[in-house]
């Protein structure tokens, strides 16, 4: 159990008493040695001796004293946040978002770029290892103190083997680019999808905050879902689940290798985008696609409220479909979904409401492109919980 030391003599145990050790003192700042013992169930001198060690690799402070209750007042620890960094990347489409953060997950600083058309897999790793340094010299942080980086994926990825099997985007098909990536940063890889990243976020400092089960719905350039039950994330028996881009909502079912899904070739943005100028309809890709229909539609084109209706109608199906197999206690909508407008989210819950028997709660995802950042982040925490991992490869993917 997590907080909670165990007894023995072995590397392993030891590497669990350090994590009960700084997962107490996330949880309660500033404690004593003796209370740290009482916590985690470790004698004081199992204690005191870890406690030392990690003050000395500048993991625990001491900060002041305590109050005393009979003796010497006792010296008081405090879990360094700042020890050492970690950082984020996501990809979507042809944007890396990347960030740098503290060991308690806060985002310090940031950097956006837009990768050139076609993206492949060179010019990804090239634009990683840029912003790397970008943000290393922003933050005064040297490459020594980054225990690692987590890497948000289109497609579908092996978090557990660092491997991407499918990602038409970037042209990764089958390659361990988790190693890739390594080898070009000379840092550790937590490879996943990009928008298991931000159901990530979302549940971590979003809206998903304190809830069991939810799904989070994304449409970008392609469809994808991300499902947590029980407070556990669901990826499947191939870490494939959530990939609803591939359901048959739309027209053409013909799908030919390398080629997105059914659902996300019709209703994504780059779907929604292509409706709209076969309707005859001016599109401004610099601006959400969805706002552009509200607008004309609005102003009285009736090409623009055909296709609107037809998208609130298709996203509403992939919806339903999810929602009837998965029953979550909340969905998240997100990506161009955000731009959704109150009449817009009202049509889709009509919709849903006459498909399926129960309704889970709906709302727009609050953390926009924070959220993937932040789960790229918490994914590296998770991994690497009480120390700098060694600087070798095979570390892409730890779970």
Known sequence: MIGKGKTGNTKLVKQ???EGILYQLRQHPRLSRAELSVRTKLSRPCVSSLVDEMIHEGLIHEVGTGESKGGRKPILLEYNVQAYTVVGAVFEGSELEMAIADMKGE?????????????????????LKT??????????????????????????????????????????MNLPVGKEIEERLGIPVILDNDVNMMTMGEFYGGAGSGVSSLVYMYVGTGIGAGIIIDKQFYRGSKEAAGEIGYMLIGGDRLRRQGEFGVFEKNYSVTGICDKAKAAGLAVDPGRSILRQLVEQADQGSRQAGTLLEDVYVHWASGIANTVSVLDPELLILSGEMVHLSESGLTRIRELLAQWVPVLPDIQLAGLRERAGLLGAVHSVLEAFPSAQPARSSGSAGAD
Do not use: C
């Open 131 to 172: 912003n790397l340094d970008t943000l290393l010299e922003k933050s005064g942080f040297g490459r020594d103190r980054v225990i690692g980086i987590g890497v948000g994926l289109p497609g579908i990825t092996q978090k557990r083997s660092g491997t991407v099997s499918y990602a038409p985007s970037t042209g990764w």
């Open 16 to 18: 669990m008493n350090r």
């Open 107 to 127: 985002l310090l600083h940031h950097v956006h770029t837009r990768l050139e058309q076609p993206v492949d897999g060179d010019s990804a790793l090239e634009a």
